[in-house]
């Protein structure tokens, strides 16, 4: 969430950085709100100026011997006219507040100017894409042809968008993962940690997910809470009236993660961190679900876009000022995965229109793909700046000044273990359908170099 004294003193400022992203901020409506704001603001502390004076007054008139029935029946009415105005108040700001969460970060200066994915910027390049004297397949065929890679499977058992992997083929997506973590917690110092693939809404409204992002989510409906407000709305008081409501059900909802992003960020929410364990950098594996809201007709070939697939993310909390000099770093240990495997991909910067809701600036690395002749996401990498720790009040102790202050997040995929299956198959092809292992995961096969067709 963007700072709210931001929006107070610099609320033209803030429309104009978030028009680069394609956002229309409300000016009038937040103008409105905070006019109203501030004057109900100014009578709730001069009606707690007036109780003040009021009760040193009446403490003045006891102690004198002096009448103090009018002082005290006017000490008598304070308290309900406060707390109207009190109620008054919370309500603007909770509606400023409500706001404000939808609003997205404001782009850093660096991020590229546009407003789709033709605007983004190309950084670097690495590696040369293969040549192939055959016309190359797409991974769907490949894994049809090798036996290991079954659609019509998943759909029987689950639906579209998910897939069955079968021998040789779910040993290399397994290989990948614990490759992938052994490179980042041996060699890029990441602690690994396991986390719960299902979180809280105060979890997902900590990173951004809610409340805009709600439907592209997989909701676990909790069978005791669903009987609860069944129970709930089926019994009356005394007098025939619905009882209060003792919970809210959306607040005890649960959700599948779409990311682990998700569970390790949240690890620091409501904490004050010593300077001294920064930075914190964490490496975790975890299935991911998507509903794929709003997808619709978009990558329905394959394994390039799914409900349910894994990855290996980054998470980085560190101080504000090692921030972007972090996101470098982050984004280079995902692309050393793609440079071990001899993949070829290309890292761009996402201009303004393509940036993801919390994000101030993101690196896309995509890999060389044969099947489509094009270069394909397959991690973003993300400084997220305080947007995220001001939701979740993640903060550290500066030690210059002794007082807590907004850390800074960032994560990135490092990989998507699904599309870096994809990668492989299609880029180390053969014109008999076979694949080729990547040497540096022949040591999770056990040695096994090849995927051949029936084995």
Known sequence: MLDPRLIRTQLTDVARRLARRGFALDTDRIGKLEERRKSIQTAVQELQQNRNTLAKRIGQAKASG???????????????????????????QIELEDYLLGVPNLPHVSVPEGREESDNQEIRRHGEPPRFDFTPRDHVDIGAGLGML??????????????????????LHRALIQFMLDLHSREHGYTEVYVPYMVNVASLRGTGQLPKFELDLF????????????????????????????????????????????PVTNLVRDEILDAATLPRMYVCHTPCFRS???SHGKDTRGMIRQHQFEKVELVQVVRPEESYAALEQLTAHA???????????????????????????TYDIEVWLPGQNRYREISSCS???????????????????GKPELVHTLNGSGLAAGRTVVAILENYQDAAGNVSIPKVLQPYMGGLSILEAGR
């Open 219 to 262: 909701a676990v409906h909790n069978k005791a809470i669903l009987t609860g407000i069944n129970v709930w709305v089926n019994k009356r008081n005394a007098d025939g009236s619905i009882p209060e409501m003792r919970f809210s059900p959306y607040e005890q909802q649960m959700f599948l993660i779409p990311t682990a992003e998700v």
């Open 66 to 92: 002096t009448d103090a029935t009018e002082l005290l029946a006017q000490a008598a009415e304070l308290p309900n006219v406060l707390k109207v105005r009190e109620a008054e108040l919370e309500s603007i």
């Open 383 to 401: 400084n997220f700046e305080d947007f995220q720790a001001r939701r979740m009040q993640a903060r550290w102790r500066n030690p210059q000044t």
């Open 292 to 294: 794929e809201a709003g």
């Open 150 to 171: 079954d659609f019509d499977a998943a759909a029987k058992i689950t639906g579209a968008r998910f897939v069955v992997m079968r021998g040789a083929l779910a040993r």
């Open 335 to 361: 692309e050393t995965v793609l440079q071990r495997l001899g993949l070829a991909y290309r890292t761009v910067a996402l201009c303004g229109g393509d940036l993801g809701f919390a994000s101030a600036k």
